[in-house]
């Protein structure tokens, strides 16, 4: 009988290890200021001349964050995330989409020879570079790619260029969030753009993840862009529009103002919808039945 609990614990102690070793921590600099993760624009065409050059995003190694308006329309916001949630960007970034393996050169060889394939090419002319940088104790490395939304979606094929803008994504998709007060606010919001769209007789219901972006006004208005795409073609689009509940200039005012949670304060947002069908697509690149001449 201590022979078979003897056994037991050894085979909890392996399993537990096995599966600690596929979380992997990852060491960061002793300075907390370094910063650890940023995002950036380059170039590219914008509505209003560009008055901040430093990165739309930082995140440091304390878990410090600073996210900024590159054309200066709002002011910088500051605020801080948990050491787990740094470690899930790593893992997410490191781990699963091989930041540390992308190379550009090696990329645009992928596509010089996908372009061979199809017997065509694709060119973006004042398009925006996407700027990656991620460092921890071990590692220092800077990822960029000019348009790289438009080229992944039109080279399904590479995958580099999928890895890369995942990463995009997924921080773009973080500083959408922090911008409309966390992920309790965007899924209040989620909740009212459900409850619009179910009056209009569509039984759609929004999550977290379909927050597009949230639009900060000089005003301290706030607008959580939503999208749903369905399954037969069509697109639900709703924004929920939030008015700010101080002056901007107020000393002390939150950067992003809090929704309010408690129902003593409700906040009756503006919501707007509208509902679209797609065109069926095929990527422009994807050569599904071999080598495809232009026309």
Known sequence: MLHLRISAVLTLVIVSTAFASQVPTYDLPVDPSIPIITLNYVGGLTELPRQNINPVLTIRADGSVTIVDALGRTKDIETSISGEELQELLRFSLREQSFLDFNSGDTLQAIAAQNALCGRFMRVEEGATTVIHIRTADADHEGRFNSLGVFAETYPGVKPLHELWAIEKKLNRFMEEVKAGGKDSVASAAEQATSFVKQQQNPVTFKVEDLQRTVMGPDGRRTLEFKHDSEDGTTLSVNV???????????????????????????????????????????????????????
């Not at 002390?252 to 707007?272: E, K, N, V, Y």
């Open 241 to 295: 529009e939030y008015k700010s509940e101080q002056p901007p200039n107020s000393p002390g005012a939150p950067q992003p103002p809090q929704l309010p949670q408690h129902p003593q304060h409700p906040q009756h947002p503006l919501i707007s919808g509208e509902l679209s069908r797609k065109l069926p697509t095929r990527p422009l690149m994807s050569c599904p039945t071999g080598r495809i001449h232009p026309d």
